[in-house]
């Protein structure tokens, strides 16, 4: 998995300038393309599920990545309506997923913290 690194500048707050440094060396690169491999360091960075995805590579790299990455690179492709509904459909379902499974997290975070007894001093 590959890593970031250290980002150091000013940023302005509402009367004067801050120094910052953010060390972003457990961040996930992704080189401006999600492909399966990133996604599975994604997920499971964020101790999700990786088990809803996993018949999923070849519909990301071959299908959703190749479109991409010819789209970006000024190539003309032609979508007939059902290829683009299917294409969409699967893409939405895919975020859907990613979206519940964070929600989930969060809230299963939120519950754990309300139902943990307070420490006796």
């Not at 440094?21 to 491999?37: C, K, P, R, V, W």
């Not at 939405?92 to 979206?99: A, I, N, W, Y």
């Amino acid at each position: 998995m590959k890593r970031g690194g250290v980002a150091k500048g000013y940023i302005k707050n509402s009367f004067f300038y801050e120094r910052y440094h953010l060390d972003y060396s457990d961040a996930i690169q992704t080189n401006s393309n999600l492909n399966s491999d990133v996604l599975f360091d994604i997920v499971t960075s964020l101790g999700l599920d990786y088990q809803p995805f996993e018949s999923k590579p070849n519909f990301i790299d071959k299908w959703l990545l190749s479109t991409r990455t010819e789209i970006a690179h000024g190539q003309y492709l032609e979508f007939d309506h059902p290829a683009y509904v299917e294409l969409s459909d699967e893409v939405l379902q895919l975020l859907d997923m990613f979206k519940t499974q964070i929600e989930n997290a969060v809230t299963e975070k939120n519950t754990s913290r309300r139902t943990t007894p307070a420490r006796a001093f």
